[in-house]
């Protein structure tokens, strides 16, 4: 199985769009070679190079077999395409959260895509240890993409990191 994105490529800086240093949207995504019984995909996004241990940015599980691709920027809901659950990344919050990495080194993201032969049967908002509880032995294949990123300081100015919203400054 493999997984790629017309964001990025494997090893690659991803583009600021993607990170709260811009829009904070989900990158496309899209997936073939899926092993023969996969009923579902779950993915996974996470960042090991954070200050205080691995770093959840992503959980999204439950997508059908049919589903190849994500597209750039999936809602942040509950629920999405064709039933497909989110969970709670670290941020607390639903949906995709981008890199949002400490000045200093680029850290490096990990997109992890699991085919499953079964469906999660979590509700929404599933943390990501619920998520890999659901999924033991039910993992048919695995991909991976990983991406770079470090903040961009120079050219940006970041909004304070305990601010409501992710990173955004308060709206009036």
Known sequence: ?????????????????????AEDLSPQLRW????????????IVDDPDAPVGTWVHWVIY??????????????KTDTVERGAKQGIN???????YGPCPPPGSPHRYFFKLYALDTGTNLKPRASKQQLLDAI??????????MGRYGPLIQSIQRP???????????RD
Do not use: W
């Open 160 to 170: 304070k990191p305990d601010t409501a919203d992710h990173g955004s400054p308060p």
């Open 136 to 145: 033991k032995g039910h993992i048919l294949g695995e991909a991976q993409l």
């Open 32 to 43: 073939d070679n899926a092993p023969a019984g996969t009923r579902t995909f779950a993915l």
């Open 90 to 96: 670290d941020f607390r919050r639903v949906g995709y």
């Open 1 to 21: 199985m493999e997984l790629k994105s017309s964001s990025f490529t494997e090893g690659a800086n991803i583009p600021p769009k993607y990170t709260c240093d």
């Open 62 to 75: 439950d997508l059908t077999a049919e589903i190849k691709e994500l597209p750039e920027g999936v809602v």
